[in-house]
């Protein structure tokens, strides 16, 4: 689990990665350019991982699970950039990051499996694995050893100081 966290730490670069405008870009054959999730638009990053109904609407439950303000996203950038601005004790911030990087992850997972694997990706499944994921690996990252399961899904974390 922590090796995978790795990989997401450089998130930053998401830019980067593969999505199937880069590769058109560098002449590989990637057949159809759309999005796999809706099928509407062209696969960029920004509209994979953020402009995507698919992708606004867990990005709306990650606010509200998170009671989040003015989580506003324009690009991948921002939703990096966020836990910067806002206000928030450093352990929070850290859950915040925790949460943001891990649902990049989920949605390119998801986006990958729909084109490895034609598994049909669904909000409700990405809403799972980011509460799941997240809280596995800020428990073992941030040692947040006194963090429950019931107090994660209630983003109840208050005993961090926030
Ligand atoms: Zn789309």
């Not at 995978?4 to 990665?17: E, K, Q, S």
């Not at 593969?18 to 350019?33: D, F, H, K, M, Y």
């Not at 390119?108 to 729909?114: G, I, L, S």
Request: charged share 25%.
């Amino acid at each position: 689990m922590a090796m995978v966290f790795r990989g997401v730490g450089r998130v930053h670069a998401l830019d980067r990665l593969p999505t199937l405008e880069n590769l058109a870009r560098r002449n590989i054959q990637v057949g159809s350019l759309m999005c796999k999730f809706c099928g509407e638009m062209q696969e960029t990053s920004e509209h994979l991982f953020i402009s995507c109904g698919l992708s606004q609407s867990v990005w709306e439950f990650v606010r509200t699970w998170c009671q989040l303000h003015r989580f506003v996203l324009f690009d991948v950038k921002d939703a990096l950039q966020y836990h910067k601005d806002a206000r928030g004790s450093k352990r929070w911030k850290t859950a915040i990051y925790t949460v943001i990087q891990t649902t990049l992850w989920c949605i390119w997972r998801a986006r990958n499996e729909a084109i490895f694997n034609g598994k049909q990706p669904m909000a409700r499944n990405i809403k799972e694995e980011i509460k799941v994921l997240g809280f596995l690996w800020l428990k073992n990252r941030a040692k947040e050893s006194n963090l429950t399961w019931e107090k994660w899904c209630n983003f109840d974390l208050r005993y961090m100081g926030i």
